[in-house]
T-cell receptor, first 115, second 111 residues
Framework: DTGVSQDPRHKITKRGQNVTFRCDPISEHNRLYWYRQTLGQGPEFLTYFQNEAQLEKSRLLSDRFSAERPKGSFSTLEIQRTEQGDSAMYLC?????????????FGSGTRLTVV | RKEVEQDPGPFNVPEGATVAFNCTYSNSASQSFFWYRQDCRKEPKLLMSVYSSGNEDGRFTAQLNRASQYISLLIRDSKLSDSATYLCVVTGGNQGGKLIFGQGTELSVKP
């Protein structure tokens, strides 16, 4: 499978616990994006990387959120001290440069439920 | 005000109907425009890009009016399989290549 893969697909956690999600982009894609989507809304931008550099972070990304892409390949998104409001689908996407017309591919997402 | 706003849904139409979705965006520096389709509990997938000259892909026609900052999608002869959420998306300008999504409009095509 040469698409974007995300792990896990589903995560249920208790409030206050830390969670970490992983995204493996398409291998030749140098850009990697994280989005969050809640029910009835479109995906909201969280952050993106070009290679290993984190170039932009949304104001939505509070201090409890951190993302890394240490070797410019896979990325992790960690949420510390989870809150019920963090329940959402977390989507990862990758692209080759800023060519969204045909190089922007989403993974299947990680659905987080905080109880 | 949201950067990208779409018609509220859902749209419930019979098979064979023509349905139109509208979208407005607030950043005049936006450079690229798209419609994405998202099936229930799945990831968004690119449906088509949108150009100022208008473009068509089978039953789907997209239009862009830069002066009005308005984007549309027309679906002709709708099929049951067109049932999904349609997301209006813009990028470019000072947005660093990231996609900015509208909230989506749900379409349900009934037999």
């Amino acid at each position: 499978d040469t698409g974007v893969s995300q792990d896990p697909r589903h995560k249920i956690t208790k409030r206050g616990q830390n969670v970490t999600f992983r995204c493996d982009p398409i291998s030749e894609h140098n850009r990697l994006y994280w989005y969050r989507q809640t029910l009835g809304q479109g995906p909201e931008f969280l952050t993106y990387f070009q290679n290993e550099a984190q170039l932009e972070k949304s104001r939505l990304l509070s201090d409890r959120f951190s993302a890394e892409r240490p070797k410019g390949s896979f990325s992790t998104l960690e949420i510390q001290r989870t809150e019920q409001g963090d329940s959402a689908m977390y989507l990862c996407a990758s692209s080759l440069g800023d060519r969204p017309n045909y190089g922007y591919t989403f993974g299947s997402g990680t659905r987080l439920t905080v109880v | 005000r949201k950067e990208v706003e779409q018609d509220p849904g859902p749209f419930n139409v019979p098979e064979g109907a023509t349905v139109a979705f509208n979208c407005t965006y607030s950043n005049s520096a936006s450079q690229s425009f798209f419609w994405y389709r998202q099936d229930c509990r799945k990831e968004p997938k690119l449906l088509m890009s949108v150009y100022s000259s208008g473009n068509e892909d089978g039953r789907f026609t997209a239009q862009l009016n830069r002066a009005s900052q308005y984007i549309s999608l027309l679906i002709r002869d709708s099929k049951l399989s067109d049932s999904a959420t349609y997301l209006c998306v813009v990028t470019g300008g000072n947005q660093g290549g990231k996609l900015i999504f509208g909230q989506g409009t749900e379409l349900s095509v009934k037999p």
